[in-house]
């Protein structure tokens, strides 16, 4: 009986329900977060088997220990050969290829230069791509927040939440181009800001750039890059496409960090590390983990959130010009903005992107690129300013509570928070004036988008929308047309 009570008290703890909310997380049957009630499935119902085998008064001797063993090693067995097959059958959304075979592979640059020697071993000497020669057409996607117990008061995203069909095409290189693209006046590099997440062929911004300048725009950009990634792709692709400029995208959300993948780590946690990658990736548990969310999710999807009072205010309402649109965003996004700028300067992902930035500085110079930064601002930068006499103090310190310790008082904490808001960004401008690289910033050109009316963001996704796209390539076609 005590291991039955043991599996039913696996239960009876729920998880923060506002802050499953808030994170645009699963919420199964009302009160538990997909990993806690994964981890009470695979907790309680051995407890549940055990109780009720001593309930039964099951003889356990030998041959029934064999049989148990026996029975493990043979659903472990099982699981191992579903999984590996698993694995080998799915296609790969990335490929990490050497930046040695990488430049082996390119024709010599015009002028016969030789590649600059790789400066460090940044990702493992690796160039990060897609799969070459391939189109993933009529991809789904929609603007709604996941599982259906979300904000009580839910607004409609981008389009009303319609289902949008997307196509992105790759090239031989395995970036987001038409195919057969040999050389380029201007190259794009950065994450998803500059692929183009969400976003259909012929709506991301360096396409437009392209048809807005009339002038070649090669696109380095890959989903999930650093500006590590950005250094590996240019030195591995700049000699053959003998760009004269470089336009590198950084953005604020997550480009001013140490990514994992940089980290100096033992090689037990190294050793770690990769084997919970490996179970984290396992194609068994992802559909078990599916299947899971899409049986459960809807269960008591409609039921109350006790405590979202002061949370009313997500996802951020701004109206303007005659026009209501939502922007929501994460908890750990306000975090990350809440930084002084000498915090900001002397932290370690501030350095770390600094190194990165050099390297892109020295490998434009030695090819007489020229290179401009642009700054892609996080969402909660842009939008919390236009409307911060309707935040609520009290709601803005429980929303950054989750993730920040030792907040000063409500009120105190949002002066402070609003004076900080454009630390990171101030810090980079700097950084920039003081190197003597080209600066272009799209916050205020997206700020005033919205005062226009327009949403540039996606409602439940932190990318922008098609417009936010034509904003970012009209602000650097601009840019570059008044700098030539």
């Not at 645009?24 to 977060?33: A, F, H, K, N, T």
């Not at 075979?101 to 940044?122: F, L, N, V, Y």
């Not at 050389?183 to 969400?198: C, K, N, P, R, Y």
Request: charged letters at 25%; aromatic letters at 10%; a neutral charge.
């Amino acid at each position: 009986m005590c291991a039955i009570a043991a599996a039913v008290a696996w239960w009876i703890p729920p998880s923060d329900v506002v802050e499953l909310v808030c994170d645009q997380s699963e919420v199964l049957v009302g009160r538990y977060s997909e990993n806690r009630f994964f981890v009470n499935l695979l907790t309680s119902l051995p407890l549940a088997l055990i109780g009720g085998l001593l309930v039964s008064r099951v003889r356990f001797d030998r041959l029934f220990a064999f049989k148990a063993i026996a029975v493990a090693l043979g659903a472990l067995l099982a699981f191992v050969v579903v999984d590996v097959a698993l694995r080998f059958a799915r296609d790969a959304r990335y490929e990490e290829t050497d930046i040695a075979s990488a430049r082996a592979a390119a024709p010599q640059g015009p002028q016969g230069k030789k590649p600059i020697e790789w400066p460090h071993d940044w990702e493992g000497g690796s160039i990060k791509r897609r799969p070459p020669n391939t189109v993933y057409e009529n991809i789904a996607t929609r603007d709604r927040p996941p599982g259906g117990l979300t904000y009580p008061n839910r607004p409609a995203g981008y389009l009303d939440g319609k289902r949008r069909l997307v196509t992105l095409t790759v090239d031989e290189r395995g970036f987001r181009n038409p195919p057969g693209r040999q050389q380029s006046e201007i190259v794009v590099l950065g994450d998803s800001f500059a692929e183009g997440s969400e976003m259909t062929d012929a709506d991301v911004w360096p396409r437009l750039l392209e048809r807005e300048l009339g002038r070649p725009v090669y696109n380095l950009g890959i989903s999930g890059g650093s500006p590590r990634h950005s250094v590996n792709n240019l030195l591995a692709f700049a000699d053959e496409l003998a760009p004269k400029v470089v336009l590198c995208l950084v953005y604020e959300g997550n480009d001013f960090k140490v990514h994992k993948a940089d980290e100096k780590i033992s090689r037990g946690k190294a050793i770690y590390d990769v084997a919970q990658e490996a179970v984290k990736d396992s194609p068994v548990i992802k559909r078990l983990r599916s299947w899971l969310v899409d049986t459960f999710e809807d269960v008591r999807s409609d039921a109350p959130i006790p405590g979202w009072d002061s949370m009313a205010w997500m996802p951020v309402a701004l109206r303007f010009g005659g026009s209501t649109s939502h922007v929501a965003f994460k908890p750990n996004r306000v975090e990350r903005l809440y930084v002084t700028e000498d915090e900001f300067a002397r932290s370690k992902g501030w350095a770390h992107t600094v190194d990165a930035l050099r390297a892109l500085k020295e490998a434009c110079a030695s090819r007489g690129a020229r290179l401009v930064f642009v700054f892609a601002p996080d969402a909660p930068h842009v939008v919390l300013p236009l409307v911060a006499d309707e935040i609520p103090a009290e709601g803005l310190h429980r929303f950054a509570d989750m993730e920040l310790s030792r907040l000063p008082p409500p009120a105190e904490f949002k002066q402070r928070f609003f004076e900080r808001v454009e630390s990171q960004e101030r810090v980079f401008a700097r950084y920039c004036a003081d190197e003597g690289i080209e600066f272009v910033s799209l916050t205020e050109p997206l700020r005033d988008a919205i005062r226009r009316g327009e949403q540039v963001y996606f409602t439940y996704d932190q990318h922008w929308s098609p417009l936010g796209h034509v904003v970012a390539a009209n602000a650097i076609a601009a840019y570059l047309r008044a700098q030539p």
